[in-house]
């Protein structure tokens, strides 16, 4: 059984390396000058990063997942909207793992 104690001091001390990365790298980008390359690439980091978690564990997944991800991005082109896209992608992964798939 996990102790409570430290339990509860991982979490706090993962709560400050994350604080930390993410005021350092606020710090850091006060230093650089924002160019349209630079705008671009920071605009464009968050999609690659996502892409780079998702489709390994998709690929690695029962076939239900992968009719699920590809719901949301189907949904997630059309409609702009990452929320309805996750909803969809949720609602198809669940009803694949109800019906046995």
């Not at 239900?64 to 590809?70: L, S």
């Given at each position: 059984m996990v102790d409570?104690?430290?339990a509860v001091t991982a979490v706090l001390l993962l709560t400050?390396?994350?604080?930390?990365?993410?005021?350092?790298?606020?710090w850091?980008?006060?230093?650089?000058?924002?160019?349209p390359r630079i705008e671009a690439f920071l605009k464009y980091m968050a999609v690659?990063?996502?892409i780079s978690i998702v489709?390994?564990?998709t690929l690695a997944a029962a076939p239900?997942?992968?009719?699920?991800?590809?719901a949301a991005g189907i949904v997630a082109a059309i409609t702009r909207?990452?929320?309805a896209a996750m909803l969809v992608g949720a609602a198809l992964a669940a009803a694949g793992k109800n019906l046995g798939m």
């Open positions: 409570t104690v430290a400050l390396v994350t604080m930390a990365t993410r005021l350092g790298g606020v850091m980008m006060s230093y650089v000058e924002i160019t690659s990063v996502l489709v390994p564990a239900r997942i992968w009719i699920a991800v590809a909207n990452a929320l």
